[in-house]
């Protein structure tokens, strides 16, 4: 089984930064996608960045510049650093790995830009 626990969401004003952290347990394997999704009140969870273990990366064009996405592999941890930070940005954020078609998802946490 596998486990995934994200921190470092809370309150920040428009402009600031944030870190998430997301940890993974259980049978984690050497090859897999790490990624962050985030989900606003009334709409769909979208896809805000993704790392694979061979370090490629990729990001959703509204954050492309102001996020980034990291990778420790030796501790299964999947980092966002969140820049710029804009209302718009509002929104439970989520971890999800996938690895060999198995897919898992984290409790989320929320993060709220708000002056």
């Known amino acids: 089984q596998v486990q995934l626990v994200e921190s470092g969401g809370g309150l920040v004003q428009p402009g600031g930064s944030l870190r998430l952290s997301c940890a993974a347990s259980?049978?984690?394997?050497?090859?897999?996608?790490m990624s962050w999704y985030r989900q606003a009140p009334g709409k769909q969870r979208d896809l805000v960045a993704s790392g694979t273990s061979d370090g490629s990366t990729s990001y959703a064009d509204s954050v492309k510049g102001r996020f980034t996405i990291s990778r420790d592999n030796a501790k299964n941890t999947v980092y966002l650093q969140m820049d710029s930070l804009k209302p718009e940005d509002t929104a439970v954020y989520y971890c999800?790995?996938?690895?060999?078609?198995?897919?898992?998802w984290g409790q989320g946490t929320q993060v709220t830009v708000s002056s």
């Open positions: 259980g049978s984690i394997f050497s090859l897999n996608t």
């Open positions: 999800w790995l996938n690895q060999y078609g198995n897919s898992y």
